[in-house]
Structures are given as structure tokens and as C-alpha cells.
């Protein structure tokens, strides 16, 4: 079954930092890219982070650019978020998505169930 | 950066009836990426449509999309219960990417 777990997610205070966790199974993770999408409690969906199959072409939105940094290990089927200087405005559900761009991109086909992180004192 | 706005903000409509959902980008969209994605409560959003009319694996014919460059529209040939969501269009062309605010389908 093709699968996304996300983890590490939970409750920080402001400043401080996590990292999270997206495991993959059931397809070649290599050859995909993954995105990191967000949503806070009763908005919409924000995209935050980007890592291509090339582990080189990073992207981040504006709101968390030198703050949060993406990275992958294929070794593990493994994509992270490490987050820091966390703000209240942080809060969401965080989702990993993975994307096949071969001759066309594909769009985000798959998903994860979300990990919640709360940042709060 | 690349803004999408979409209209109408909630559609309520009946059973069988056809839903117009809008999207409009800031600019034109990159080789037409732009994604349609329906997420109903408590669950991860779902790929509806990628590159503005190609349907995702296992995604019913009622749903269709349309457009370039800045306009899109994704199209609900006949409206079903379990359609109710909120629909989310996304331009994954050039970075950094970005959803629209969503437009909630609701059933009279």
C-alpha cells in the first residue's frame, strides 16, 4: 500500500523547536518529490516547503524562510522539517505530500494523515 | 509570488445540479500547474485534478478541469452528497508555491 506516516509533531514553546518526520512505503520514494503543506485550526491549506527527488532544489514559503529547513534520506524513505524559532502562528496540522514530476509534474497525489503542532507557553 | 483568489466563496446547490468552482491567478500559471484538491473534515485534502485538466487516478467523470493561464475552473458535472467539501486550486509552477482560500460546496 502506498503509504506517508508523518511524526514528531506536538507541543512547543515559543522559540523553541521540532522536527518533523515523514515516512514513506509501498512506492520507489526516491524518484519523488515531496511538499510539506500546512493548516491551522479552521483555515486553509498553506504550502511551506518543497524537496525535489534531487535532494537540491529546495523551495520555502516566504512566512518560515530561515527558519525551517527541508532535507531527505532516501536510505530511510524518510523526508524532515526541521523547525525552529517556532512562532504561535505555527500552529497547524502538518501534512507531507509527494508530487511526481518526471517529463510533467504531477501535482500532490498522495498524503499523510497530518502531525499537529501546537506552539504555545 | 503568485496569489489565487476563488469564487465563488461557498456554492449550496442540489442534488444532480452542476457546480462551477473559479480560480484566478495573479499571474499566469507555469506551464499550466495548477491542481484542484477536495478536503472534506478531519481528512488529509485529495487530488481532484493536476495541470489544470488531467484527472487524478480513481477520480469520478463529474469532475473536470479547465483553463490557462490566469482562469480556471473545475466543473462538477452532477452534484452527489459526498461531495460536500471545501475545494482548494493550487499553482505548483513556480515557487514559491500557493493554494487559493477554498470554496465550500454545500447540498441544499
Known amino acids: 500500500e502506498v503509504q506517508l506516516v508523518e511524526s514528531g509533531g506536538g507541543l512547543v514553546q515559543p522559540g523553541g523547536s521540532l522536527r518533523l518526520s515523514c515516512s514513506a512505503s509501498?512506492?520507489?520514494?526516491?524518484?519523488?518529490?515531496v511538499n510539506w503543506v500546512r493548516q491551522a485550526p479552521g483555515k486553509g491549506l498553506e504550502w511551506v516547503s518543497f524537496?525535489?527527488?534531487?535532494?537540491?532544489?529546495?523551495y520555502y514559503a516566504d512566512s518560515v524562510q530561515g527558519r525551517f529547513a527541508i532535507s531527505r534520506d532516501n536510505a530511510k524513505n524518510s523526508v524532515y522539517l526541521q523547525m525552529n524559532s517556532l512562532r504561535a502562528q505555527d500552529t497547524a496540522v502538518y501534512f507531507c505530500?509527494?508530487?511526481?514530476?518526471?517529463?510533467?509534474?504531477?501535482?500532490?497525489?498522495?498524503w499523510g494523515q497530518g502531525t499537529t503542532v501546537t506552539v504555545s507557553s | 509570488e503568485i496569489v489565487l483568489t476563488q469564487s465563488p466563496g461557498t456554492l449550496s446547490l442540489s442534488p444532480g445540479e452542476r457546480a462551477t468552482l473559479s480560480c484566478r491567478a495573479s499571474?499566469?500559471?507555469?506551464?499550466?500547474?495548477l491542481a484542484w484538491y477536495q478536503q472534506k473534515p478531519g481528512q488529509a485534502p485529495r487530488l481532484l485534478i493536476f495541470?489544470?485538466?488531467s484527472r487524478a487516478t480513481g477520480i469520478p467523470d463529474r469532475f473536470s478541469g479547465s483553463g490557462s493561464g490566469t482562469d480556471f475552473t473545475l466543473t462538477i458535472g452532477r452534484l452527489e452528497p459526498e461531495d460536500v467539501a471545501v475545494y482548494y486550486c493550487?499553482?505548483?509552477?513556480?515557487?514559491?508555491?500557493?493554494f487559493g482560500p477554498g470554496t465550500r460546496v454545500d447540498i441544499k
Open positions: 505530500a509527494r508530487e511526481y514530476c518526471g517529463r510533467d509534474c504531477h501535482a500532490m497525489d498522495v
Open positions: 509501498g512506492f520507489t520514494f526516491s524518484t519523488y518529490s
Open positions: 524537496i525535489g527527488a534531487d535532494p537540491y532544489t529546495i
Open positions: 499571474q499566469s500559471v507555469s506551464s499550466g500547474y
Open positions: 495541470g489544470a485538466s
Open positions: 493550487e499553482q505548483y509552477g513556480s515557487a514559491p508555491f500557493n
